[in-house]
Structures are given as C-alpha cells and as structure tokens.
C-alpha cells in the first residue's frame, strides 16, 4: 500500500515524468528559480541546464560567471535571494578592504563568492575547460542536473548605448543599467561544446526560461548551432514569459523591451519566440492577451516566491508538454 507521505507523492510524480529528457536555457534570476523548480520536479539526470555565458568577464585576474554562478548557488540553495546574485550568509571583509586600499571596489565580490572565483580561475589556468570547472564546482556544491556552460570560447555581450558601446558588467553594474540600449552586440562564430549539442539532440523538451531575452536566451541562442537545433530537432520547445502584466520580476528586460523598439508585454515574448516555440507560458495577470502566433498556451502563475512555487510552475510547465506530446506523437 503506498503512503500518502510526500516523499511518495513526489516518486509518483517523478514517475509521471520518467524518461523525460528537458534541457532549460537558463540566464539570471528567473531562469535560476524554474531550473531550480525543474531540478525538484525531475530526477537528476533528466535535466540539463545550459547557461549564458555573455555576462562573464575578467576582474581582478578573476574569471567571473554570473549567470552559472546564479544557477549553481539557487541549485545549492546557497544564492543570495535578496541581491539575484552571490551567496547568502556572505561577508564583505575582503572587499571592504580593498575599498580602504583604493581596489576595484564597483563590482561587489563577497569573501565566499570570492572562493568560487579564486577557484575556477585556478582550474582554467591548469588548462580545464570551463565545462569541467562548472561541472568540478557542482560536484562540490552537491549540484546534481548538469549546468553546462553554452560554449568554453568567450562569449561576450556588447551594448550599443546612447552613452557608446559598453561591456555587460559596466553597463549592468557600473553604470546599474540605464544607458539607452539601441543594439545587443553578439559575438560572431562561438561554438556550443559537444556536451551541448548531445544534450540538445536528446532533449524531449527544451525550454527558454524567463530570463532576459536580449541578453540572457539570445546569447546562448546565437552559440553555433544551439538556435538551428531548437528550431529543427523535433522536441517540443517551450518559452516562459519573463515579462508579467507590463513588468520584469527582476533586472532591465522590462526597460529594455521599449528601447529596442518592442512592446513591454508577454505577447511582444510569444512574437519575438515565435518561429522557435510550441507552447507559450505566461502569467495569470496577463491572462486574454491576444497572441499573434497562436502556440499552445498555458495561463497560470508564473510569479515564483518560494522554492515550492518554483516546483509547481515546473510541474505545470511539464504536464502541458507532456500532454502535448502525447497528443503530437
Ligand atoms: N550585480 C550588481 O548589480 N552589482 C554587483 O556588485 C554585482 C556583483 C556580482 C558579483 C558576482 C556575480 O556572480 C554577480 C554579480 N552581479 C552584480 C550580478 C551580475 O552583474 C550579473 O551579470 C547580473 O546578475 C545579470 O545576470
């Protein structure tokens, strides 16, 4: 007689998904919060998460990754759920120090995430691709989907702004996002890693999580060949709205959008998706919009406050693709 106890509710429903291969393109926050759900949902080796590279840049002699970072910490439950970034618990001693001695100081490093960095730029200098780094640092951090970065080349994004062409982390952070962005600047001929390629072909689902489209799902898109695959494989292919009732959860998308000449809405996303996705998922608070495209659609909450709303929005996302691969097949 199986028992109601959660832990068997949650084997039945892992049982729901057996065999599912998902893979999630995964930026900032919000992308963190649905792989987190996804991590809760699916067992370990159903889920692979590739990770936008384009914000990572060089400081202090320190190869940094936000955005893995981001999805490494909210996967360990050790992110910082305040800032979107960096670690909870964190302690600012190192970096108030170099303030004292006139350091770099604008791009806050705190003294545990300061271990991860001093760490992945020891593997790289021993001549580790940034896949094993990532992979070696979830390993330690009792990460168990794979978070695979989208390609081991640098992958900077550039912004056109009304104040000249600006690397990421000094528009983001230095200049806390408000130039005027007129272009997202994208590097031409990045490779994805094979890794990326293999989990993509043997994906049943992919989802573009609600990140930022400009600069957190174009940048792993525009790796060779990752927008081929998710445009011609024959996986079902899912984006969720980062954009609820006219407003981003958290970061620029929101502000960016009218910029670079789209509407702020979840209907401008399904349109600027349109040629890639199946099923469109967008927020409650938006509910009746009107979808020029007509995907599959799912209406529900997409506001994800807890680490069981991550869970459920997962699993409603999954169910709806599921049923609509059964109806497909
Ligand atoms: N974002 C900020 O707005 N201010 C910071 O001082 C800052 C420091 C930081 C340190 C490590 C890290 O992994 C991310 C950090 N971020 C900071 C976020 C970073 O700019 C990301 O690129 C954004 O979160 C966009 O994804």
């Not at 659609?297 to 709806?320: G, H, K, V, W, Y």
Request: charged share 20%; hydrophobic share 45%; aromatic share 6%.
């Amino acid at each position: 007689m199986s028992s109601s106890s959660a832990w068997a509710i949650e084997q039945q429903s892992r049982k729901a998904f057996a065999d599912l291969k998902v893979v999630c393109l995964a930026g900032g926050v919000g992308g963190a919060k649905l792989a987190d759900g996804l991590a809760r949902a699916l067992a370990g080796d159903q889920l692979t998460i590739i990770g936008n590279t384009g914000d990572d840049f060089t400081h202090c002699g320190l190869q940094i990754c936000p955005d893995l970072d981001t999805v490494m910490y909210t996967l360990a439950g050790v992110a910082n759920v305040e800032t979107g970034w960096g670690r909870q618990g964190e302690s600012w001693t190192t970096l108030a120090e170099m303030t004292r001695l006139g350091g770099p100081d604008w791009f806050r490093l705190g003294d545990l995430d300061l271990a991860t960095h001093l760490t992945r730029t020891h593997w790289l200098a021993q001549g580790k691709t940034l896949t094993a780094a990532t992979a070696h640092l979830c390993a330690q951090l009792d990460v168990h989907p794979a978070l695979l970065p989208m390609s081991d080349q640098p992958a900077p994004t550039l912004l056109e702004t009304d104040e000249g062409v600006l690397p990421f982390q000094d528009w983001f952070v230095r200049r806390r996002w408000q130039p005027i962005v007129q272009r997202v600047i994208l590097p031409a001929d990045v490779k994805a890693t094979p890794l990326v390629m293999r989990a993509l072909s043997r994906a049943d689902i992919v989802i573009l999580a609600p990140s930022n489209p400009f600069v957190s799902i174009d940048p792993i898109l525009n790796v060779y060949p990752i927008r081929e695959m998710v445009a011609d494989l024959p996986q079902l292919v899912v984006a969720v709205s980062p954009i609820i009732a006219g407003t981003a959860v958290k970061g620029p998308a929101a502000k960016m959008m009218p910029e670079m000449g789209f509407a702020n809405s979840a209907a401008a996303i399904a349109d600027y998706y349109a040629d890639l996705i199946d099923l469109f998922v967008y927020d409650q608070k938006d509910a009746g919009i009107l979808l020029a495209n007509d995907p599959h659609q799912l209406c529900t909450n997409t506001l994800m406050t807890s680490p069981a709303e991550r869970e459920r929005l997962a699993r409603d996302i999954l169910q709806t693709a599921v049923q609509l691969l059964q109806e497909t097949s």
